[in-house]
Structure formats: C-alpha cells, structure tokens
Nanobody, 120 residues
Framework: QGQLVQSGGGFVQAGGSLRLSCTAS????????MRWYRQAPGMQREWVGD???????NYADAVKGRFTISRDNAKNSMYLQMNSLKPEDTAVYYC??????????????WGQGTQVTVFS
C-alpha cells in the first residue's frame, strides 16, 4: 500500500513564508492531479490548489498570488510555497492525489497533515 508523506510547516509570523512538501512512496501506478487542502479548527476542509502532471496549476482565490504549487514527477513529489502568510492561513494542510491505472483512478491518497500556524 502506498502513502503520501508530508513535511514542512510550523510557526511563522504574519508576512513570512513556509514551504510544504508531499512525497508519494510505494504507489505502483502513475499519479494524476496532485492537490493541497487545508482545514482550520472548526471549519470544513477546503481546497487550496492543484497541479497537473504537466505542471498546470489552479488556486483558490484566498491564496492566489501568495501560494505557489510545484511538482517534481521524477521524485513523485509536490511542494507548496506559501508567502505573505496571514493568520487566516492557519490550518492543517493536507496533500491528496489519485493513483491512476489505465486512465482511471484506482485509489485516493491523503497525506498525514501538517500544521501551519501564522501569528500576528
């Protein structure tokens, strides 16, 4: 069984930057779109952005212009560079992807979650 392993995160003052990483291991087949989500205390999990295998990115309006998603297919890894962080970015961040076989998703993976805390 494969997994997504996250790293990065932590505490940062408002206006600062953090970088999250997400690496897939033990996944036999190709990965499709890779996504970042976040969940603040008492709130529903929300989509942050995603990136295709070809590097095309999409972002939620709340993070557009501040966050950048990148991907290294050779390393089965995805990154989230977060700049100009705000207290409202405080949340647990999760990566997510589908394992694809013959063009169809066969399994959906979630990372373990990484806490990001932004203080003013």
């Amino acid at each position: 069984q494969g997994q997504l392993v996250q790293s990065g995160g932590g505490f940062v003052q408002a206006g600062g930057s953090l970088r999250l990483s997400c690496t897939a291991s033990g996944i036999m087949f190709s990965l499709d779109v890779m996504r970042w989500y976040r969940q603040a205390p008492g709130m529903q999990r929300e989509w942050v952005g995603d990136i295709t295998k070809d590097g095309i990115t999409n972002y939620a309006d709340a993070v557009k212009g501040r966050f950048t998603i990148s991907r290294d297919n050779a390393k089965n890894s995805m990154y989230l560079q977060m700049n100009s962080l705000k207290p409202e970015d405080t949340a647990v961040y999760y990566c997510n992807t589908d394992e694809m076989q013959w063009g169809a998703p066969v399994y959906n993976y979630w990372g373990q979650g990484t806490q990001v805390t932004v203080f003013s």
